[in-house]
């Protein structure tokens, strides 16, 4: 084999080899830095400015906002209304009991108990039960919406025909229970993921613990709470946080009762799109997304924070 | 071909120095492996000959020019990497190829010359294969292939064959002597297994902690290493080490040790040199330079043996020393030895290796 | 042999409560299966007589349906090309470059794109696209998307590009490469099936997302399909049923495909895991 002879050309020197020159990386890093920045870092910051705002969508206060310190706080706070339907404490406390019945009673629960019935049921029950579990989760928003809209329609839907068959007296739940509605509707189109984690943190527990559990005597039960349970624990804290996270920002119960009737169902995403979009009080809305935000925010440290110390 | 040469050559990370203040070239067309345990720094200094690392200080030569800045790929080199790096989505064709794609060359010429190599590798039938649809030895051959399909003026091994199963790697092993002595090519060869070092290399550089404490030939390392830890790292079983106190007088050196008997030897300045720090010694023999003796002769160790392996044509038998550690003798014999009888193992005084307290050699008279 | 029997019907009892809870969740999409087929669908549950394809028929004589179906897919594609080659550049970057403040970023981002969450953000999206002119374009949807996929793609794709052993690209620059040739001829093919995945994920994050162009889009023919369904069933008095169901069900199948061809071609069960 021959040598080519080495070509003195000058060539470009390494500062520090790395497979990415920094320059590289920065230039690879701008379009998505921008992107993030405008659309994701800006508004954080855009909405703390016009909480202290007046802005409106229309009038003279769109086009020259002006400074009302925190009239907007004060407005979302006030003792007199806060606890009225249609008023920010309502909308909250709601939120909050949504929150606790529909995900980490509801979606937590169900998902658990799920990912643990579909370890041993036969297969062919497993595949069927999983594709209807993932696909309420899966299927867009609007779909859904329509569906259950479909299904709990007063006089032709699937829910009162069941009731009917099995002679019961039919009800318009949209009308009557709309609370519980969206609580069930939550539960019922998120169970998946708690599912999915759980079913996958599940399968990567060692057989051999289980089997070791079986030569033992344990019952199912028992081997639920002894074994699988606390191997599963970081898990289910994951869990917890997002499905949390989620369902406090959710804005699909809109497209079921558009917060209605009479408010009983505003979450405080459905409120924040009121204010803002029906009633064009942006300064308003902005001071809902900054308290939004806040939530989301420690919600968000504490899921990162359990984060870093898996890692270390 | 081109010569190498690293000058006082340190590599940081963080606080952390993998490689300390290296300095030693290779000759063209020489095959040096540099061995040492896991973590001591060989892929690191391997890397800063590819350009892969950039040394913390001191510089790197290639061919007499310093190439301690410039890219990997202006540098003319070859590389195997311990994992193959085989593309996955190119078949074995292109995968060989590879090199002289990134050199323009055509189409008809890559293709040809990549044949050229696999049929010499005996992978001339698997060209257009994936690199997941061969075995673990042929995916070797494969990257193999790939560093020799362009002309270069050093090839890099990354412990290529610690992936490889032991009888395929007894296989490459032999191929690889073959193809340096065939080609000459000056090659660095990465390694931990003292074996393939000795079976490959024209010099061996050991490293240890970041630093090369012996660099020579396979045989010098292993009649003459330079520190306990050579001796220790080189050699299957490795040197048999047993620390003894050291008197003199008269002109000649008396060693003692638990269950060791061993004539005067005759005392040199170096020496006294090392006696003058420490009257503390280590005394190393190589296991094949043991063999059984009976009753208490001059130039024994004697304990009670702890096993004794049959190994085929030889059998490892091991005493134990108790707190003093273990001693191991390679015998060819097949002695019936009961377990916990005391056994002697005989030495010649010229097979005695002596240390002083720091663990480097202390050279016999006329090294 | 008691141990066995009780054995035997905890295993019965633990597949009757999978079937049934199986079919609670199949109920309310049980209409889908038969309404898209039945010419006179209404509300109630009824199989078809007879089964007929007319009803796809009308809503592809509907052009606003049409346009709504085109404009998601515009909307949805724009924003995964975006997403897809912002997301694979970053990533790749924050895997293999040393930039100083590496780790910092990827932490500040995390932390963002969990706190500004759409519905907390409307407001200022709202008006920082109406600033930049953008309410009532497709670019509008693009870029808000992008922005706000951008962060939990390109953590999927750091990690993907983490687990890439680094002697790929080294290898080929050893062989002659540059740092550009390593990276389109050997990182890009080797990194695809995570850009892949971050591409299905977004395509179904957009495609099936409503409150974002609800609030950024005004006219009709900007209007995606979800937007599109959303009128048609809560705006008019009595929605025409069997357009809609049909509608619904075109809208979906996307969806549906990818989810399959993902589970199919990646076993990948955890996929969409990380919803926005
Ligand atoms: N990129 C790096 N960052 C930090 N430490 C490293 C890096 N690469 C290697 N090291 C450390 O340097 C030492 C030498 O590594 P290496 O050269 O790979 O050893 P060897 O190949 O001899 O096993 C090890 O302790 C290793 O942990
Ligand atoms: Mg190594």
């Known amino acids: 084999m021959t040598t080519e002879p080495h070509s003195d050309a000058p060539k470009r020197k390494v500062k520090n080899f790395a497979l990415l020159s920094n320059r590289a990386g920065a230039a690879f890093l701008t379009p998505a830095g921008l992107l993030v920045s405008i659309f994701v870092i800006a508004p954080f910051f855009w909405v703390i400015f016009v909480s202290f705002t007046n802005r409106t969508l229309l009038g003279r206060t769109a086009l020259n906002p002006e400074f009302v310190g925190l009239a907007n706080y004060f407005a979302l706070f006030d003792p007199a209304n806060f606890f009225q339907r249609g008023q920010f404490g309502f909308s909250l406390i709601l939120t909050t009991q949504f929150v606790l019945a529909s995900a980490l009673l509801g979606q937590a629960l169900l998902g658990l108990l799920l990912a643990w019935l579909i370890q041993t049921v036969p297969p062919w029950i497993k595949r069927i039960t999983e594709t209807f579990v993932i696909a309420a989760w899966i299927l867009p928003e609007v779909v859904i919406g329509f569906a259950w809209f479909a299904f709990l329609d007063r006089d032709q839907g699937t829910l009162n025909a069941l009731l009917g068959a099995v002679g019961l007296p039919p009800g318009d739940f949209l009308l009557q229970q709309p609370f519980w509605v969206i609580v069930v509707f939550n539960t019922w189109r998120g169970a998946a993921f708690s599912m999915m984690l759980f079913s996958s943190a599940f399968s990567s527990i060692p057989p051999s613990y289980f089997q070791a559990a079986d030569v033992a005597g344990a019952s199912s039960w028992q081997k639920f709470k002894d074994i699988g349970l606390p191997l599963i624990r970081g898990h289910i804290v994951t869990d917890l946080i997002l499905i949390t996270m989620w369902t406090f920002n959710t804005f699909t119960p809109f497209l079921l009762t558009n917060g209605g009737p009479s408010y009983r169902t505003e979450l405080v995403s459905i409120y924040n799109y009121r204010v803002a979009f029906n009633d064009f009080q942006f300064g308003k809305g902005a001071a809902v997304g900054v308290i939004m935000m806040l939530i989301n925010l420690a919600f968000a440290l504490v899921y990162l924070s359990i984060g870093r110390k898996k890692k270390r | 071909m081109a010569s190498v040469e690293f000058r006082s050559v340190t590599k940081s990370f963080g606080s952390f120095n993998a490689v300390s203040d290296v300095s030693f070239s290779i000759g063209d067309g020489e095959f040096v492996c540099l061995l040492g345990p896991s973590g001591c720094g060989k892929t690191t200094s391997l890397r800063m000959i590819a350009g892969l690392e950039t040394p913390t200080l001191g510089q790197v030569l290639i061919g007499g020019q310093d190439v301690t800045h410039y890219h990997p790929k202006d540098r003319q080199i070859s590389m195997v990497f311990q994992d193959y790096a085989l593309y996955p989505h190119m078949n074995l064709a292109d995968n060989i190829a590879y090199p002289l794609k990134v050199r323009g060359k055509s189409v008809s010429e890559r293709h040809g010359r990549a044949r050229e190599v696999a049929d010499v590798l005996k992978i001339g039938h698997l060209l257009d294969r994936l690199p997941s649809q061969i075995s673990g030895g042929q995916q070797q051959r494969t990257s193999l292939a790939r560093a020799l399909v362009y002309p270069s003026q050093v090839y890099l091994f990354d412990e290529p064959l610690s992936n490889l199963d032991a009888k395929l790697r007894l296989e490459a092993r032999g191929f690889l002597n073959h193809l340096q002595r065939d080609m000459g090519m000056t090659a660095v060869y990465v390694t931990h297994d003292q074996a393939e070092a000795m079976a490959l290399a024209t010099r061996i550089a050991v490293m240890d902690q970041g630093r090369i404490v012996q660099y020579a030939s396979p045989i010098e390392i292993y009649r003459l290493p330079a520190t306990t830890f050579v001796a220790n790292f080189v050699g299957n079983p490795p040197m048999n080490l047993v620390e003894v106190e050291a008197s003199h007088g008269n002109g000649s050196l008396q060693l003692r040790a638990d269950g060791l008997s061993i004539a005067p030897l005759p005392m040199t300045d170096v020496i006294g040199k090392a006696l003058a720090t420490s009257s503390k010694l280590t005394l190393g023999v190589r296991p094949e330079h043991l063999h059984i003796a009976q009753g208490s002769a001059p130039n024994t160790i004697t304990a009670a043996l702890f096993a004794n392996e049959n190994m085929g044509p030889e059998s490892l038998v091991t005493v134990d020393r108790a707190d003093a550690g273990r001693v191991t003798a390679r015998i060819f014999t097949d002695d019936h030895l009961q377990l916990g009888e005391t056994v002697t193992l005989a030495f010649s005084p010229e097979h005695v290796h002596l240390f002083n307290s720091k663990g480097d050699r202390i050279p016999a008279a006329g090294e | ?276």
């Not at chain 3, 900007?222 to 009128?231: D, E, G, H, R």
Request: charged share 10%; glycine share 8%; net charge neutral.
């Open chain 3, 1 to 276: 042999m008691k141990l066995t029997l009780s054995a035997f019907v905890g295993r019965i009892a633990f597949s009757a409560l999978a079937a049934l809870i199986g079919a609670a969740f199949a109920l309310p999409l049980l209409w889908f299966l038969f309404a898209p087929f039945n010419a006179r669908a209404e509300l109630g549950l009824a199989l078809p007589d007879p089964w007929t394809l007319s009803n796809f028929v009308t809503v592809f004589g509907n052009n606003f349906a049409v346009q709504a179906l085109w404009n998601s897919l515009i909307q949805s594609v724009g924003g995964v090309i975006l997403v897809g080659a912002a997301a694979t550049l970053a990533a790749y970057a924050l895997s293999r470059s040393s930039l100083p403040g590496k780790g910092a970023v990827t932490y500040i981002l995390l932390l963002f794109s969990s706190v500004v969450s759409g519905s907390a953000a409307m407001v200022p999206i709202f008006l920082i696209v109406s600033a930049a002119g953008l309410i009532d374009t497709h670019l509008a949807v693009i870029l808000t998307f992008a922005g706000g996929l951008l962060p939990t793609a390109m953590f999927i794709l750091r990690d993907f590009i983490d687990s890439i052993p680094k002697s790929y690209e080294e290898s080929a620059m050893v062989a002659g490469a540059s740092p550009v040739q390593a990276f389109f001829d050997v990182a890009l093919p080797v990194i695809r099936p995570g850009i892949v995945v971050v591409v299905v994920w977004s395509f179904v994050n957009i495609w099936g997302s409503f409150l974002i162009p609800f609030i950024l889009l005004r006219s009709d023919d900007q209007m995606p399909a979800s937007v599109a369904i959303y009128s048609f069933y809560s705006e008019a008095g009595t929605p025409i049923v069997t357009l809609l169901a049909a509608y619904s069900l075109i809208y979906s199948l996307p969806v549906i495909v990818l989810y399959l061809f993902v589970s199919w071609k990646f076993g990948f069960r955890f996929f969409g895991g990380i919803k926005a």
